[in-house]
Structure formats: structure tokens, C-alpha cells
């Protein structure tokens, strides 16, 4: 009995230490406590205006983010909601104007006209979720109400180093390990003996702004499963930092096109033999010429036996189970199509199962995008009818998206809507549409075209700083 006494005593410190941790807000789970990665420099999204009155996006990041707004001065009622992601988010190929964010507002405001609705865009184009953590750092001091985040499919557009990545350690979530963890680290790199820490550029610096760019990408195991790994731990680096300041937040999960995006660079098994490969495009171009569609899955499904792995061949495998409405099947290949592009620009698997899983575990809303566009395609696959390319929904699938967004802020309590809320919605909606002229549409078709080359690797810009005259291919 009193060595067990003895025991705790010893023990009481431990659990202490903790509660005085979390009281003073030390020790969270930060960039700091993982330095595995980091930005040659970080700078504010949102600067004041030279009126002082109003936050806006800086000069400095509107390569990538659209200008938007917000009062530095907080109305009293307002409900302000910060919408965190890449281009979807902006409304790309067009732009703010008929992204979900704008419909969301103008939604909100329509319902409950009670309170004043404030929603801010920071959609960065080609901004992954490790680029989403500083500015959410950030959005913190602008007394947000709600974070919205949308993220998933720019988790590959850079180039990336694993070598020095730690695997997630299940004590990240004690404070006073992470405490004496970042104590080390610090002392460790005043020393010079600790890990080497991966230094992004302070923009994005994708690999297909460059002219050949898709040739940069290949087959790499180890560095997708280090990219599934770290996109949950932003993820939860992100619940948490909201959490911290009592700060609503719900994770969106996102949609892209199945049926109608090929994949965007295939590759070959890269341990196939010379007679198993020849025998494989033998296959392949025999269901390529045939014209029957049983005889297409006998020859293909033979194919993919010898290489799964081949994009290509999942891609038209797929499609000749449509043609049989064997939609279930359909889906299973253009999900292995989608999972095997060498060259991935639509969210993976293991990414949808890891925001899943992050998820559950800290009990956040996810509202489910992929899930909707799923069960009102005919086919339960959802293609060009919901999408402008391979991810960007069309402008009324935003709407869609805004309307899932606020039924969940109905069904939460968040918003107490007035009665024919909706038609008065959908007058504005109206109204909203009437306000962008024709050279609107210009340019997001001229932004699809250039979306297009660049996922072709086709973009104008070299390695040597110079670029080639627009149009030349």
C-alpha cells in the first residue's frame, strides 16, 4: 500500500505539470513542435487599408488570392466566417464573384437578416493544406465566428522532401511532451545537431507553372504515404488552433470528376518485365479496336491483372463498364484511374480517408461534397456536368455547395432562418447574376484554357526565370 503511495506521489507531478500547461495555453501541438517543415518567410494575407478602416488582401499575395475584404472594426451581431482552401474556394476558373463563399453570404443574409453575415475568401490558387496552417495562425486576430475549410486536391502541385519526416507520434497530444519536445529541438538546432527542416519557398512553386513540368512527376510510394500522413496532421493542427480560441470550424470533404478526366500521366509498373509489358499493350490495343463491350472488360481486366497500376487502362476499363451499367464497378476503376495518375491534381483516397479519420476523432463537422455530387449524379459518378475541368464545380454546383453549407448552419442552430427565406434568396442569387458583365465569362474561359495547358504541362514559364510568348505550344 505505501508503495503504491509512493508511486503516485511520484507520479502528481506529471499530471500537474499538464493542467498548468493547458491553463497557460503552452505546449499545443504547433509547426514548432514538428520542425520538419517551414517557409523561407511567412507573410500576412490581410493588411490594413490606408484608411485604417478595413482589411484587405495584400498586393504582395494576389498572385494567388483575390482581393477580398473585411471592417477592421467589428460590427456588433456580425457573424463572420473565413473560408480557407485553394482555387476552388476562389471560384476558379472564375473568380469570387460565383464561388460558394459569395453564395454563402448572400444565402446567410437572406435567411437571417437579423444579423449582419460577413464571408471572407482566402482561397490561394495551388495552396496546399501546409500552406493553409500560418494563415489560419493568422485569421485568429480577426475575431472569426467560423472557419470553412476546403482543401485536398494541392497536396502534390510541389516539390517535396520526406527524409528527415517523423512519423505521427501518439504523445503529440500531452502538452507537456510536446513542451519539452520543442525545448529540445530549440537546443538542438543551437547546437547544430538537430533534424534537417524542409524550407518551402514563401509562395507556391508548382511543378506544373514551369513549361515540361509533368515531367517532374513519377511513381513514389513512400512520399504519397508521407503526404497522406502530413495532410491529417494539418488538418488537426488546424481543428486544434480553432479550437484553442473557441472558434467553430467545419471541414468540407471535396468532389472531383470521375467520368470525364483522364489521367493525367500514366507510367508503367516500373518491375514489369519486358515479355509481361509486351503482352499487357498487346491486350490493351486489342480493347482499344474492339467495339464489344463484354469482350473490352475480359481483355482489360486481363490487362490490369498483369498492371494495376496503369491509369490508362483502370480509365477505360471504367468506361466500359459504364457501357455495361455496371455502375458500381465503373466507380471502383475510375477511382483506381484517379489514385494511380502519376501526376495527381484530384484528391486521393488516402487523403479523403485520413480527413475521415481526423475527423472522427476530433468530432468535426464534415460536410460531405463528394457525397452530394455522388448521389445526385444519374450514375452515382459525377463528370463534366458538375465540373468545369477535373475539380472546379460549375458555378451552380457552387451553389449547391453553399446550400449544403448553410443547412448545416440551420441544422446546427447557427442560423434561425425567417420564413421563404429561399425565395427571397434566389431573387438575389438573381439579382447577384445580373451584376457581371461579359467579360466575366471571358476571362474564366480564358483562365479554363490556361488551366488546361498547365495540367498538360504546358505553362509559358522556363527554370531560367525567362518565359515563352503567350500561345506558343
Known sequence: MFRCLAVLLGLLPLPLCELTLRLVGIGELTEASYPEIGFESIHPLFVLN???????????????????????????????????????????????????????????NAADPRRKWEVVNCGGVSYASYRLVPIMREL?????????????????????????????????????????????????????????REILDAEVNALLDYRGGLSDYHRDVDAQDATASQFGENLEEMINLARSAEVPLVLMNPASNLKDTPPFKIERRADLEDRMAAQFERLLGRARSSSDA?????????????????????????????????FKEARAQFIYAKDEDICPLRMIEPLHKALQSVAEATATPVIDVRGDFEARAADGI??????LDH???????????????????????????????????????????GTLD????????????????????????????????????
Open 50 to 108: 490606408t484608411a485604417g478602416d478595413r482589411y484587405e488582401i495584400a498586393k504582395n499575395r494576389r498572385a494567388y488570392f483575390y482581393p477580398d475584404s473585411f471592417a477592421a472594426k467589428k460590427d456588433a451581431g456580425e457573424f463572420r466566417v473565413f473560408c480557407l482552401g485553394g482555387s476552388t474556394v476562389q471560384g476558379r476558373p472564375y473568380s469570387i464573384e460565383t464561388s460558394f463563399t459569395t453564395w454563402l453570404e448572400l444565402s446567410l
Open 140 to 196: 485568429l486576430a480577426y475575431e472569426p465566428d467560423l472557419f470553412v475549410v476546403y482543401t485536398g486536391h494541392n497536396e502534390f502541385l510541389e516539390a517535396r522532401s520526406f527524409a528527415n519526416t517523423s512519423p505521427p507520434m501518439p504523445l503529440s497530444r500531452v502538452r507537456t511532451f510536446n513542451f519539452v519536445r520543442s525545448i529540445w529541438a530549440g537546443y538542438s538546432r543551437l547546437e547544430g545537431t538537430g533534424q534537417t
Open 294 to 326: 463484354a469482350k473490352k472488360i475480359e481483355l482489360l481486366e486481363s490487362a490490369v491483372a498483369i498492371d494495376g497500376q496503369h491509369a490508362g487502362a483502370r480509365f477505360l476499363l471504367a468506361h466500359a463498364y459504364l457501357a455495361q451499367n455496371d
Open 382 to 387: 459525377p463528370g463534366d456536368g458538375f465540373f
Open 391 to 433: 475539380i472546379h464545380p460549375s458555378i451552380n454546383n457552387h451553389q449547391v455547395i453553399a446550400r449544403l453549407l448553410i443547412n448545416h448552419l440551420i441544422a446546427s442552430g447557427t442560423c434561425k432562418p425567417q420564413r421563404e427565406w429561399e425565395a427571397i434568396r434566389d431573387d438575389r442569387y438573381v439579382e447577384h447574376l
Open 438 to 473: 461579359t467579360p466575366y465569362y471571358a476571362k474564366g474561359k480564358q483562365r479554363l484554357e490556361g488551366l488546361v495547358r498547365w495540367t498538360q504541362g504546358r505553362a509559358n514559364k522556363l527554370r531560367d526565370g525567362t518565359s515563352l510568348p503567350p500561345g506558343l505550344d
